[in-house]
């Protein structure tokens, strides 16, 4: 088999077999097909697509190049959760220990940030000594004995993926569907879950910004999952504006104890109870929405969520002490209001740009050699829709440096738009996918 027959199939509109796929996969993974072959192999899918067939083999092949996590000493039902990203998503720290309370083990891998705020783990390093450097048998015993464990990306998952990404990102063939969903499925397929919550976000701070790409997007990667033999639903949601209120890691964490307390924004909250159910459901845990809600409703009223989280804290090095009592979070040593310049409604929101805010005063990473501020970033008071006066504050913003807290505000001031009529609020979920879809 020679890369160049491959790639002038490809080329000539024709369509890759299984075999084909996983020779080229594994021979550029070893260094044996060089990278101007695998670059020209990019272009003519960019250009010519991918069958689903192929876009199944070719994500199987990338999932297969490296570790596969293996979770069957794990008891039920492992059910995994994924979010394409967007500003003050913190979804994962309070769902997962909803879902867990309810009786869904969750097992789930996940990363560091790199942009305008800290990834899963950045944020759970907010409570003191919390460590997801864990064993893989620690791991599993820890789903076993509480039902929730996060561990860092140790292990060598899809290893193709990282070598091909990297050369897309170079050549300007990243954004094609196929190339998009096997990145993201190849690693959730080799973390070894059982099914697949995606919440794909779309607006001005998602990575698909336009709502027909998103959906484009989420039809992918269900088809992928379920082919592969795992259970998959992605939920559409949307990321016009931040997600909840607080934008920044240990403010986030903050925000995310609030909502298992019952406490949570509307939109933070409604989020959490929709993936929440549909990870239910993937689970066998619940019938349809209604009977999930409920359940999900039961464990915030009677606190088993946020014990759940307290308990997968300590478990994993952390000060516990910080989920009942949040001032024991890292705390910025500056914070003052940013109030409105005039009276009337919050039109418009930039979501890129308050994420940028964030980075600015320290909460993100520039680079992956960045050192994070847990403490810093904002926490908005008016949001898409709210009527505002001249004067009242419109966010806190949290800083440990003057000169960064200026540059943040007037940035923050730019991306928020003022008008005199009042705005419609976009829908937070804009539909689901699911293997009938």
């Known amino acids: 088999m020679r890369m160049y027959d491959l790639i002038m199939k490809k080329r000539n509109g024709g369509t890759l077999t299984e075999e084909e796929i996983s020779y080229m996969i594994a021979a550029y993974t070893a260094d044996r097909i060089p990278d101007y072959q695998m670059s020209a192999m990019m272009m003519a899918i960019y250009f010519k697509g991918m069958t689903q067939k192929e876009t199944v083999a070719l994500t199987m092949a990338m999932a297969q190049s490296g570790d596969m996590m293996d979770l069957d000493g794990i008891e039920g ?192 909250t409604e989020l959490c109870m929709t993936l929440g159910s549909y990870m239910l459901i993937a689970g066998g845990q619940a019938e349809d929405e209604k009977e999930a809600r409920k359940m999900l409703a039961a464990v915030i009223a009677d606190g088993s969520a946020l014990k759940k989280l307290e308990m997968f804290v300590q478990a994993q090095g952390g000060n516990p002490a910080a989920v009942l009592n949040p001032d024991l979070l890292p705390k910025a040593s500056i914070v003052e209001e940013i109030p409105a310049p005039k009276d009337g409604f919050i039109g418009k929101i930039d979501c890129q740009e308050i994420g940028i805010c964030s980075l600015i005063l320290g909460g993100g990473r520039e680079t992956k050699d960045s050192a994070i501020d847990l403490s810093v970033g904002l926490v908005l008071h008016r949001k898409t829709g709210d009527a505002v006066a001249f004067g009242e504050s419109l966010a806190t913003i949290y800083a440990n440096d003057r000169k960064k807290l200026d540059m943040a505000r007037e940035r923050f001031l730019n991306a928020y738009h003022i008008t005199e009529e009042k705005v419609q609020k976009n829908a937070l979920i804009k539909g689901i996918v699911t293997e009938a879809s």
């Open 77 to 268: 039902v492992k059910v995994d959760k994924h979010s394409t990203g967007g500003v003050g998503d913190k979804t994962s720290i309070a769902l997962t220990p909803m879902v867990a309370a309810c009786g869904v083990n969750i097992a789930k891998m996940s990363g560091r940030g790199l942009g305008h705020t800290g990834g899963t783990i950045d944020k759970l390093e907010s409570f003191e000594g919390f460590s997801t450097g864990i064993t893989a048998e620690q791991f599993k015993r820890q789903v076993n004995e509480i039902g929730i464990a996060i561990m860092g990306q140790t292990l060598d998952i899809a290893p193709a993926d990282k070598k091909l990404y990297a050369l897309r990102d170079v050549t300007a063939t990243v954004d094609n569907m196929s190339l998009i969903a096997s990145s993201i499925m190849s690693k959730k397929l080799a973390s070894g879950a059982d099914a697949i919550v995606l919440d794909v976000k779309t607006g001005s701070g998602a990575f698909m910004q336009e709502e027909e790409d998103a959906f484009a997007l989420a039809r992918e990667m269900v088809t992928i999952g379920n082919r592969a033999g795992r259970k998959t639903i992605a939920v559409v949601s949307d990321m016009d504006q931040p997600l909840g209120c607080a934008v920044g890691n240990a403010l986030e964490v903050q925000e995310a104890i609030a909502t298992l307390k019952g406490e949570g924004p509307e939109d933070f």
